[in-house]
């Protein structure tokens, strides 16, 4: 038993009664904390963000109504401009950690906090800053590309950093006799080098646990369903390669089979003419692709892929966040200095 179970485990029977009677009152605490996602939940938000001069960001992978109470939603290319272009004194990130820390690495000035800080990210964890500096010295001399999906510390060991929307751009701004070190997510890295054609560009192997659940069967027999569907493909996925292979073979409609960031399926959710569009990626997505072109029909392609990470900002959560400043996000004053250099790449 770990440390949390053990946590209310009651010595006596006797005492099971009473710990019962606690977990009853702990719930009708939640419940009153704004535990329902209500109107009057919202106008409470709202009021404790103004009194605090604070803006919510929201990743486009959170909750349908965490994303509507906040003050803008995007992806991380669009709500790290935010963070740098924001005048307000509190920034709240509804989204995982390494999210509020590139917006306090950008807004060294500003507080800021995230609802619950226990919402990480397996990519992120699958490179360290060490293993960083291992790759770096088999490669000397090699840019090290890092996808925002990072720790502050594995940031600061990096050259650049990029998003999916612009991470083929920012390889393709290091010259061309350079050999590029990009971490840590494989299947953006495939995507770049297909995109870039570079031959000199080394992938870390780690992944998204979410995304690299989204298989290429579960995409051919999706799309063998309905054969009328654009597919939209985030370059995360399981299946982003293996897409553009199947789609040049004929095993999905070449046509209607794009790889795209969240930020680019939005834009190409307002101008597409199809009746439908299958959509591979996290399934929070699905809310602003309605919303921007309610006359589709969106589905996703694996309708279990739900990162447990994002969901963790709550009604509740977020509502004690800004009654209580609660937690505030700090980043070591030396590392957020070499990381900044490389994250005001990304957003430039």
Known sequence: MTGTQAVGVQASEGRADEGRADEGRADMGRADEGGVADERWASEVRRLAARRDAVILAHNYQAPEIQDVADHVGDSLALSRLAAASTASVIVFAGVYFMAETAKILAPDRTVLIPDPR?????ADSITAQQVREWKAEHPGAAVVAYVNTSAEVKAESDLCCTSANAAQVVA????????????????G???RRVTGRANLHVWLGECHVHAGISPADLRRKAQADPRAELFIHPECGCSTAALWQAGEGDLPA????????????EAARTTAAPAVL???ETGMLHQLRRA??????????PGAVCRFMKMTTPAALLRCLREGVTEVTV?????????????????
């Open 255 to 266: 046509g209607r089979t794009r790889v795209l960031s969240t930020g680019g399926m939005l």
């Open 279 to 281: 959509v591979a990626t």
């Open 173 to 188: 701004s290091v010259p061309a006799d350079r050999e590029v070190l990009f971490l840590p997510d494989q299947f953006l």
């Open 293 to 302: 072109n309610p006359a589709v029909h969106w589905e996703p392609v694996n």
């Open 119 to 123: 919402a990480g990210c397996s990519l």
């Open 332 to 348: 070591d004053p030396g590392v957020a200095d070499r990381a900044r250099r490389a994250v005001q790449a990304m957003v430039a």
């Open 190 to 192: 495939a995507h770049v």
